[in-house]
């Protein structure tokens, strides 16, 4: 490809097809992004839409809507930008396809999801021509040939294909022309630089009977190289599970505000918390992990060096609550180079994760719609990245998850299995609470899919559950799981029932 080269301020030099806008090119190359390009506006918006095939909730699988930048890997091989490094670090476009917008969707793709590379939108930096084009049938059973074990491009075909000849000849054909990937080439993180100004980071912990590892917890917090300016703990242990002769604010070199919570769910007490924080950054965390000496040092040092505004940190789950910070250094060693990726992550966690407040604030907190299920902290980080902007995978910042069998929030939410009189109401329940069909999967599950993906994924999403079940492990099962299907769908049609009830209420986050 014949790029054109420009110099940025740092001495970067950027790769670029086209006649960009140097003024916006010179400001993106000193963030986050790795690839940029202004495609949703020249005919790619949404472009192959079969990848629903792959995943349904996908966060990037729908182009966000009125942004000026975003995260976006359907990108113009006639038009867009690169790192220098990056082109020649993961090397250039897979050229095994037969048109050179596939090239660059499987380039834009793999970049996000497995290499550690940033592709942005960015509106009106580079051409405004818009393109015709159709992609070749071959190349799409190609992609997932190529990116996905064959029952993907099976599945595809399944739901594509199965009466229509040229899907047959395409199937066959890239069978044989196209193989699975081996290895991705990973692109390394930058160094990361010394603390820039004095940053005040607030450190959130809810918790649940687990008074013992929540001030375990405060004390790797007290041995931090970076020390926090506050910690707010919000406990929701019964009055009379409770030792409040524990908790004494005196005893750490920060401030810290113990806080009986008195309503019910993680999402109500995170967003307690959040209303007492006054830090610059907010940290998320578990009451049931340790924490190395480095940890809050490295999420902000992260956050500077790529000036972005979210990360995730590396979570490591024990093998026993008993593991400590030595087998926390086993683990990571087992790791290896496999650790060493940064980019915009399809998660986020409430174990470990690190937003500058003023986009903690922009979220009014979390969405107490998930109080009794699943998906809260998944639901904030799509919010965060519907904002324009990206959430980091962060390896520099590691946490040990200990995962005890007992405490914690899910003891509410543990009660959802239950019917009869012994089951205690869920949040998600409201005006009609659950009798003898529990609904599954969890309805804020089904809540998330009907808030962030459109119809056809929520289609696709409960057509594979299905799929699923009758076909999955163990497969002898099959004829038993196909009488059990009428009750299967019952308890999936529940939960639309409550999660549109939610959808009605709309986001809450008191």
């Known amino acids: 490809m014949q790029f ?31 690839v940029w390009h202004s495609s949703l506006d020249q005919g790619y918006k949404n472009i192959f839409p079969e990848v629903i095939n792959q995943t349904a909730t996908f966060w990037y699988i729908n182009d966000f809507e009125n942004l000026d930048v975003c995260v976006n890997w359907r990108i113009n091989p006639n038009l867009f930008a690169v790192r220098k490094s990056v082109w020649e670090t993961i090397g250039g476009f897979q050229t095994d396809y037969v048109s050179t917008q596939m090239m660059a969707l499987d380039y834009g793709y793999n970049g996000l999801c497995y290499k550690g590379i940033i592709p942005l939108y960015i509106k009106g930096l580079i051409g405004d021509e818009t393109e015709n084009f159709t992609i070749p049938l071959l190349d799409k059973y190609g992609f997932f040939v190529k990116n996905f074990k064959i029952g993907h491009a099976h599945y595809m075909f399944y739901r594509n294909g199965v009466l229509k000849p040229n899907h047959w000849v395409a199937l066959l054909k890239a069978k044989n022309r196209f193989k699975l ?28 009977l687990r008074q ?18 506050e910690v707010i703990v919000v406990d929701a242990t019964p009055a009379e599970k409770r030792d409040e002769s524990l908790y004494n604010p005196d005893n750490y070199p920060f401030k810290v505000i113990f806080k009986w919570q008195e309503t019910k769910g993680s999402c109500r007490a995170r967003n307690e918390a959040i209303e007492l924080c006054s830090g610059d950054y907010i940290i998320f965390g578990d009451d049931d992990v340790r924490l190395p000496f480095d940890f809050v040092e490295n999420h902000i040092r992260l956050l500077q060096t790529y000036n972005a505004v979210a990360c995730n940190g590396l979570d490591i789950q024990a093998d026993n609550q008993n593991q400590n910070l030595d087998d926390l250094k086993v683990k990571i060693e087992k790791i290896g180079q496999k650790r060493w990726k940064v980019g915009a992550t399809n998660c986020f966690s409430n174990a470990n994760s690190c937003v500058r407040r003023d986009y903690v604030d922009r979220l009014v907190g979390n969405d107490i719609n998930y109080d009794g299920g699943y998906g809260e902290d998944s639901d904030f980080g799509i919010s965060l990245t519907k904002l324009g902007t990206a959430v980091l995978h962060n390896p520099f910042s590691v946490n040990l998850h200990l995962k005890p069998l007992v405490g914690g929030y899910r003891f509410w ?11 205690k109401k869920q949040p998600w329940e409201l005006d009609t609470p659950v009798k003898n069909i529990v609904p599954v999967p969890s309805p804020t599950v089904t809540y998330q899919l009907l808030k962030h993906y459109n119809k056809e994924q929520l289609d696709e999403f409960k057509h594979k559950y299905f ?16 009488i059990e299907l009428p009750y299967k769908i019952m308890k999936f049609n529940m939960s639309i029932f409550y999660a549109k009830k939610l959808m009605v209420l709309g986001k809450r986050t008191k």
Do not use: C, H, W
Request: glycine residues 8%; charged residues 25%.
């Open 413 to 423: 939410g543990n009660q959802a299995k239950i019917t009869g009189k012994k089951r």
């Open 467 to 482: 799929v699923q079940f009758l076909f999955g492990k163990p497969r002898y099962l099959f004829l038993l799981k196909l």
């Open 181 to 208: 990937k081996t290895e991705d080439k990973l692109y390394p993180p930058r160094v990361l630089n010394p603390i820039q100004g004095k940053p005040g980071v607030s450190y959130i912990i809810p918790t649940m």
């Open 4 to 34: 054109n080269e420009y110099t940025n301020s740092k001495g970067e030099i950027i790769l670029y097809l086209g006649k960009p806008n140097l003024e916006k090119l010179e400001a993106v190359s000193l963030q986050y992004g790795d």
């Open 212 to 229: 013992d590892f929540t001030l375990t917890l405060l004390n790797d917090l007290v041995n931090q190289s970076l020390k926090v300016t």
